[in-house]
């Protein structure tokens, strides 16, 4: 018996050393099976990446770009010089310093604007900067006037189309005639075709006079004639538009074309003292060109004018004949026959408009206060008019004129 079980004893201790040996060889298989595939996922690891880095690093620095802000260190080298456009917003901007080499990237200078409170301020103009700058210190640089290459010029309201072309040749060095050259045909500069319709009668004329905006300029230093003239006439029409001077027009002046009402605005620039006036103005040429009260006799009888003596001197500057005081003109030269714009016997408003107006004016023109007024005249040296709607109220504030020592 105890044979038997030290047999059996025997024999159970050998399975359990074969079962152990067995076990111990399963794991040695198991370990150098996991320790192959390592090895060969490494190797493919390494070719995939060696592929990748064949194919895909040309594609790494636009990746890169949607996590990390493309932008120049420093404050760049060398110089180059800008134009900011009027009406640019921050994107077109930056694309303009993209395209010159300023900024590495759109999004760098949208970011630094973005930061910057100042941002908005920036001015139009030519701007001196540096190639490859940072965002931050590009958007800095165009916020200093420093930078700024001014070339400034101020057309003050009420000033003729030959004045001004004086002026911006005195500034630009472009000869006058390139001016007046570039100005014979409006509608090339710029001015729609209907600007020129009229509706009381009279043939249109189409001239530039009227649409040359008086305010400040910054013309850039290659700047032609006519780029100076379209820069021009296109910041009278972004005024007009500003002000609805069109649809005002049409709706409460009717039968008034715009075209009727800027020339209404100009002579009311030419004839007013004051800014306070311009509106008052305008409603006495209302009421004379277009009113019910005839009062003014041609030989035919009585007609609507406006007897406004500022036409007379804008057709001798035309034609380069001296111009002359209100006070030292004549019957001869008030009622001359050969001259289009005068305005004593002949009915209605002249063929265009006389100047240039400001914004006042038009704003005056396209919506002028109520009022009868027939008549005006300046009272005071600060040149303030008295209105007045009978020519008894009218003597009685001229003798005040005289009295103030006006005329």
Not at 16 to 23: L, N, Y
Not at 280 to 300: F, M, P, T
């Amino acid at each position: 018996m105890i044979d038997d079980f030290a047999f059996d004893e025997d024999m159970e201790k050998g399975r359990h050393r074969h079962g152990a040996q067995r076990k111990r060889n399963g794991k040695k298989k198991k370990r150098k099976s996991s320790r192959g595939r390592t090895v060969a996922a490494l190797l493919m690891a390494f070719v995939l990446l060696g592929v990748l880095g064949g194919v895909g690093w040309y594609g790494f620095d636009r990746v890169q770009g949607y996590f990390i802000t493309p932008d120049y260190d420093g404050d760049g080298s060398g110089e180059v010089r800008v134009q900011i456009a009027e009406g640019e917003s921050l994107g077109q901007i930056a694309s303009t310093l993209v395209e010159a080499g300023v900024v590495k990237s759109t999004k760098a200078f949208i970011e630094a604007a973005d930061e910057n409170s100042r941002s908005q301020n920036i001015q139009p103009g030519l701007y001196k900067v540096r190639k490859e700058m940072s965002a931050a210190l590009a958007l800095t640089a165009l916020l200093d006037p420093k930078n700024k290459l001014t070339n400034l010029l101020t057309i003050r309201e009420g000033r003729t189309a030959k004045q001004i072309y004086k002026l911006l040749s005195e500034h630009t060095k472009i000869p006058v005639k390139e001016f007046e050259a570039a100005a014979k045909d409006p509608e090339e500069l710029g001015v729609p075709d209907f600007w020129f319709e009229r509706k009381d009668g009279q043939k249109s004329k189409k001239s530039i006079e009227g649409f040359l905006f008086p305010d400040s300029y910054d013309f850039p230093p290659d700047s032609t004639a006519e780029s100076i003239l379209k820069q021009m006439v296109q910041r009278f029409l972004n005024v007009a538009e500003e002000i609805d001077f069109v649809k005002t027009v049409e709706t409460k002046r009717g039968g008034i074309s715009p075209y009727e009402a800027l020339i209404v605005a100009s002579l009311a620039q030419a004839e007013a003292g004051n800014k306070d006036d311009l509106g008052k103005i305008a409603r006495v040429a209302y009421n004379r060109a277009y009113g019910d009260v005839l009062y003014c006799e041609n030989g035919n009888g009585l007609m609507n004018c406006l007897e406004f003596d500022v036409g007379v001197n804008y057709y001798w500057e035309l034609t380069d004949e001296k111009t002359k005081a209100s006070k030292d003109m004549t019957d001869a030269d008030l009622f001359d026959k050969n001259n289009p714009y005068r305005m004593h016997g002949r009915a209605g408003l002249t063929p265009t408009p006389i100047n240039n107006p400001g914004k006042q004016a038009l704003e005056g023109a396209m919506d002028p206060p109520p009022g009868k007024w027939l008549f005006f005249v300046a009272v005071d040296k600060e040149g303030h008019s008295e209105f007045a709607e009978t020519n008894a109220e009218h003597e009685r504030n001229i003798q005040k004129a005289r009295e103030n020592g006006v005329l």
